[in-house]
């Protein structure tokens, strides 16, 4: 069944199908575009709740250290992720359905314009020939009713007796002349009644089923186009589903993980004083020596009932260097954490100095690569940071075995970061991987490089190089004399800056 056989005379009614059709799809894109803006509006606000209550102070960031406060934390955070997935719902079905849509819209809007606009024109031109059938109807019947009367007439003047011979001949000539035109008009009548006739069939067989075919083809394809945009809005959905459940799995691993006992440990840690628990309070009998001699009084003060601390505001303690203002346990801990600190700048510090020394070195041994005396001030520098450097950390060390009351404390080992305590500076070696930022945070290439001489790259980090190598420079000298270099088979690592020049 198609609509050109079975709806050959519904013009109208395929026009108000259609124009439903059109409708329906134009309605189905307003919804979509709404349903991104509420996802839109949800995305933004979740992002907005989860940065109202993401923490950012210190006293906050503390308290994190706690399993409850940190998975709270890791639920915000899987929230925020959430929020980004309802964001690419509503960028998606924006792209994938309404704009494309919309496009495909327009074109079968205008698609179904041209399709009743041939309709149209083929209505006109069947009805224009249909008035020309009638004229000439009309002209046909007109003639052959003035042929009867002048055939009437010439019969009627040819039986009058007083009419003339010549009067006979005229009519008589005159009737001949009116049926030959009537005779003329009914050929013409016969010609475009067959021309109309013909017309009309392909009108009506061909050339308006075909019409309607294409609208219901047109018609079907958005149909179709139409199931499509509604499957969309599920799968573009479905497709964030993996990553919501990743997100919603995230928080129940969160919750899971809260460890009430560790909690409890950790709070006792970080708030343990270590103080004794007061002794009891002596009784003062007062009883005694109500009349004592004022003498006696005046050797003995009385004595003064001291408030309990333990149940008295007490008045916040001075600050004081050695964090002898702190609880015992929370001294230690303070002590403990300020010896990993400056052991830490200490590393750092004779990194950098044995850096320089290696820089100082290739200089002396080639000078025009540069002058080993502008070395000089930067080395002396070093020089005092570390001897600083060490200074605070006998310091803090000879307080935590203070703390410590004798006991072996845990000190961390200096030796363990190869700090060295020998007369300062030994010809240094090249640098420790910590001295430096991993290699992802580096994207950009500084330039190409020839190698000078020749490196073997034994240590951590580094890369052995050749005279002549081609290098390209990833990092530059950030003025400890290393910079790290990309080799053509892939190979990076660190180099000594002045063993190769700019190509």
């Given amino acids: 069944m198609d609509w050109g056989t079975d709806l050959?005379?519904?013009?109208?009614?395929?026009?108000?199908?259609?124009?439903?059709?059109l409708d329906l799809v134009e309605r189905y894109i307003k919804f979509v575009k709404e349903r991104s803006e509420i996802e839109q509006s949800y995305a933004k606000q979740l992002r907005s709740l989860t940065k109202k209550y993401t923490k950012r102070t210190s006293k906050e960031e503390q308290e994190c250290k706690?399993?409850?406060?940190?998975?709270?934390?890791?639920?915000?955070?899987?929230?925020?992720?959430?929020?980004?997935?309802?964001?690419?719902v509503a960028e998606n079905i924006m792209t994938s359905i309404c704009v494309e849509l919309t496009k495909f819209l327009q074109e079968i809007k205008q698609e179904r314009?041209?399709?009743?606009?041939?309709?149209?024109?083929?209505?006109?031109?069947?009805?224009?020939?249909?008035?020309?059938?009638?004229?000439?109807?009309?002209?046909?019947?007109?003639?052959?009713?003035?042929?009867?009367?002048?055939?009437?007439?010439?019969?009627?003047?040819?039986?009058?007796?007083?009419?003339?011979r010549l009067d006979v001949e005229k009519a008589k000539h005159y009737a001949h002349s009116r049926t030959h035109v009537a005779e003329e008009s009914r050929s013409d009548y016969a010609a475009q009644l067959q021309k109309y006739n013909k017309e009309q069939n392909f009108h009506y067989y061909t050339d308006v089923p075909q019409i309607f075919n294409k609208l219901q083809d047109m018609d079907e394809r958005r149909i179709r186009r139409l199931a499509e945009g509604y499957c969309q809005f599920s799968n573009i959905e479905k497709k964030v589903l993996p990553i919501i459940t990743k997100c919603l799995e995230g928080i129940t691993a969160a919750?899971?993980?809260?460890?009430?006992?560790?909690?409890?440990?950790?709070?006792?840690?970080?708030?343990?004083?270590?103080?004794?628990?007061?002794?009891?309070?002596?009784?003062?009998?007062?009883?005694?020596?109500?009349?004592?001699?004022?003498?006696?009084?005046?050797?003995?003060?009385?004595?003064?009932?001291?408030?309990?601390?333990?149940?008295?505001?007490?008045?916040?303690?001075?600050?004081?260097?050695?964090?002898?203002?702190?609880?015992?346990?929370?001294?230690?801990?303070k002590l403990q954490a300020?010896?990993?600190?400056s052991t830490k700048e200490l590393q750092k510090a004779q990194d950098s100095s044995e850096a320089l020394e290696k820089m100082k070195s290739v200089?002396?041994?080639?000078?025009?690569?540069?002058?080993?005396?502008?070395?000089?001030?930067?080395?002396?520098e070093t020089a005092q940071k570390i001897?600083?450097?060490?200074?605070?950390?006998?310091?803090?060390?000879t307080w935590l075995s203070e703390a410590m009351g004798g006991e072996d404390s845990p000190i961390p080992d200096t030796n363990q970061h190869t700090v060295n305590t020998e007369e300062f500076p030994d010809p240094p070696e090249p640098p420790a991987l910590s001295l430096y930022t991993d290699f992802s945070e580096f994207d950009e290439v500084y330039g190409q490089y020839t190698v000078l001489y020749?490196?073997?790259?034994?240590?951590?980090g580094t890369v052995a190089i050749s005279p002549g190598e081609k290098l390209s420079a990833v990092e530059e000298d950030q003025g400890d004399g290393w910079m790290r270099v990309l080799k053509a088979n892939g190979e990076e690592g660190y180099i000594p800056s002045s063993y190769v020049q700019p190509l």
Avoid: C
């Fill in 113 to 164: 314009k041209t399709h009743l606009s041939d309709v149209k024109k083929a209505q006109q031109t069947l009805e224009s020939s249909f008035k020309h059938l009638e004229s000439t109807k009309k002209r046909f019947a007109k003639e052959w009713a003035e042929a009867e009367k002048a055939t009437q007439q010439a019969e009627k003047t040819e039986n009058d007796l007083n009419a003339t």
């Fill in 255 to 333: 919750g899971t993980r809260i460890d009430a006992k560790q909690d409890s440990i950790l709070f006792i840690e970080q708030h343990k004083s270590g103080f004794e628990r007061p002794a009891d309070v002596d009784f003062e009998d007062y009883s005694q020596g109500i009349k004592a001699s004022s003498s006696e009084s005046s050797l003995n003060a009385p004595k003064v009932k001291a408030k309990l601390w333990i149940f008295s505001k007490r008045q916040k303690p001075v600050e004081s260097e050695d964090f002898s203002h702190l609880p015992p346990e929370q001294r230690k801990k």
């Fill in 363 to 380: 200089y002396a041994t080639n000078p025009g690569l540069g002058d080993p005396s502008s070395l000089e001030p930067s080395i002396s």
């Fill in 66 to 88: 706690f399993s409850n406060h940190a998975a709270f934390q890791d639920i915000l955070n899987e929230m925020n992720d959430y929020a980004g997935q309802r964001e690419l």
């Fill in 454 to 460: 020749a490196f073997d790259g034994k240590d951590e």
């Fill in 8 to 21: 050959w005379d519904q013009n109208d009614h395929i026009d108000k199908h259609t124009q439903a059709g």
């Fill in 387 to 397: 001897g600083k450097l060490k200074g605070e950390l006998v310091k803090y060390e």
């Fill in 338 to 341: 300020k010896i990993e600190e």
